[in-house]
């Protein structure tokens, strides 16, 4: 029997299979993957509040039923093609996992979407409103583009995170001890929520709790070196680098 070199074996693969040649550009692949699902009919919303209804009665689990938005590709897992199922989780990437469906972010129902995923759970800051938060989502996400649909509860995530820093900003600009307690324990609490936990692929939720232990001791240049840090509505425009830098300090040490 011939023996061939790595060489030879993989151009004779490469020519047994002229697609492995074959490359496509984002935009192509992001038309391929929406002209290859169904077109759906935007459903009406009693047929949406009696499926609600139904699954609350027999029990179903939230997320177990597919609502039939346009935004929901049907696609899960790996980005890439060709990926199983069981490799969806690999290497360290914690953005997407084998149960995470893409959203196509420039549907017309993305609305929809983004608020079919809220977070109920979530503390919401003083004067945000879930509507207000929701519209705020479906803005930040609104691109000709996919993303998992933890993206979009980690936006929610996120975007809260940062109202909090802003409120703790007003509770110590006006004196208000609770309140500033009250935000100071949030703020905290931030680093373990769930999305940005599933997100972090690199030591954000360890500065976040670094900036919270600080800003719990009062720390007002804290909260806004992390509302810096976050572009939160609470930063007073004023740069302190070199503190958000010794956050990262303490937080990564020498593997910085």
Same mark, same amino acid.
């Given at each position: 029997?011939?023996?061939?070199?790595?060489?030879?074996?993989?151009?004779?693969?490469?020519?047994?299979?002229?697609?492995?040649?074959?490359?496509?550009?984002?935009?192509?692949?992001?038309?391929?993957? &929406?002209?290859?699902?169904?077109?759906?009919?935007?459903?009406?919303?009693?047929?949406?509040?009696?499926?609600?209804?139904?699954?609350?009665?027999?029990?179903?689990?939230?997320?177990?039923?597919?609502?039939?938005?346009?935004?929901?590709?049907?696609?899960?897992?790996?980005?890439?093609?060709?990926?199983?199922?069981?490799?969806?989780?690999?290497?360290?990437?914690?953005?997407?996992?084998?149960?995470?469906?893409?959203?196509?972010?420039?549907?017309?129902?993305?609305?929809?979407?983004?608020?079919?995923?809220?977070?109920?759970?979530?503390?919401?800051?003083?004067?945000?409103?879930?509507?207000?938060?929701?519209?705020?989502?479906?803005?930040?996400?609104?691109?000709?583009?996919?993303?998992?649909?933890?993206?979009?509860?980690?936006?929610?995530?996120?975007?809260?995170?940062?109202?909090?820093?802003?409120?703790?900003?007003?509770?110590?600009?006006?004196?208000?001890?609770?309140?500033?307690?009250?935000?100071?324990?949030?703020?905290?609490?931030?680093?373990?929520?769930?999305?940005?936990?599933?997100?972090?692929?690199?030591?954000?939720?360890?500065?976040?709790?670094?900036?919270?232990? &600080?800003?719990?001791?009062?720390?007002?240049?804290?909260?806004?070196?992390?509302?810096?840090?976050?572009?939160?509505?609470?930063?007073?425009?004023?740069?302190?680098?070199?503190?958000?830098?010794?956050?990262?300090?303490?937080?990564?040490?020498?593997? &910085?």
């Amino acid at each position: 029997m011939k023996m061939m070199a790595d060489d030879e074996l993989i151009a004779a693969l490469r020519a047994a299979d002229p697609a492995a040649l074959t490359t496509v550009s984002d935009s192509d692949a992001l038309l391929a993957v &929406r002209r290859a699902r169904p077109e759906r009919r935007r459903p009406r919303w009693a047929m949406i509040a009696a499926a609600i209804a139904a699954v609350i009665v027999v029990g179903v689990p939230a997320g177990a039923a597919a609502t039939g938005f346009m935004a929901q590709t049907g696609w899960f897992g790996s980005p890439n093609p060709g990926d199983h199922r069981d490799r969806c989780i690999d290497g360290g990437v914690t953005e997407y996992d084998c149960d995470d469906e893409w959203i196509d972010l420039s549907a017309p129902d993305l609305d929809e979407v983004v608020a079919s995923v809220y977070p109920t759970w979530m503390p919401l800051a003083p004067g945000v409103t879930r509507e207000d938060l929701t519209a705020r989502v479906v803005t930040i996400s609104s691109r000709d583009a996919l993303t998992p649909v933890t993206s979009l509860r980690r936006a929610y995530e996120s975007e809260s995170y940062k109202d909090w820093l802003t409120a703790w900003i007003a509770a110590n600009d006006g004196g208000d001890t609770a309140a500033q307690e009250t935000a100071s324990r949030v703020i905290a609490e931030a680093a373990g929520w769930p999305a940005l936990v599933a997100t972090d692929g690199g030591g954000i939720t360890d500065i976040m709790r670094a900036f919270a232990e &600080r800003i719990a001791a009062g720390d007002r240049e804290a909260a806004q070196a992390a509302a810096e840090y976050e572009q939160a509505p609470g930063w007073d425009g004023v740069e302190r680098r070199e503190l958000v830098d010794e956050v990262f300090d303490e937080v990564f040490g020498d593997d &910085r």
